[in-house]
C-alpha cells in the first residue's frame, strides 16, 4: 500500500494476532523470560482511530497456579507522521488478574 496513513480508520476495532516474531532461542518467550513457568494465551490488539490509541492485550495463566492467571495490557497512543509512518508513544502497562 502507497500510502497506508491515509485510510486508518480501515483497522480500527479488535485483532487477534496469530503471528509474531517475537522469539528467544528459537521458542515464543514471555516477557519476564518464563516460558517453562507461563502459558501465553490468545494476543490481542485493539486499535481505536479516531483516538489514538492501541491497546495490546496478551492473556496469560502460570501452570499450576489458577491465583496466577490474568492479561497484561501494554497502551500506546500514536499519530500520523508521514504517508505511510506513524509515530507510537508507549503509555502503561497493566496486569489485571481473573476474577
Known amino acids: ?33 518464563l516460558r517453562d513457568f507461563i502459558s501465553l494465551g490468545d494476543f490481542l490488539q485493539i486499535i481505536d482511530v479516531a483516538e489514538g490509541k492501541a491497546v495490546n492485550v496478551i492473556k496469560f495463566s502460570a501452570r499450576g497456579l489458577s491465583l496466577l492467571n490474568g492479561q497484561l495490557a501494554i497502551q500506546a497512543s500514536f499519530s500520523v507522521a508521514s504517508s505511510s509512518r506513524v509515530n507510537i508513544k508507549y503509555d502503561k502497562s497493566e496486569i489485571t488478574p481473573d476474577q
Open 1 to 33: 500500500t502507497p500510502n497506508p496513513t491515509l485510510n486508518l480508520e480501515k483497522i480500527s476495532g479488535s485483532w487477534k494476532l496469530i503471528y509474531s516474531t517475537i522469539t528467544i532461542l528459537g521458542s515464543k518467550r514471555t516477557k519476564l523470560g
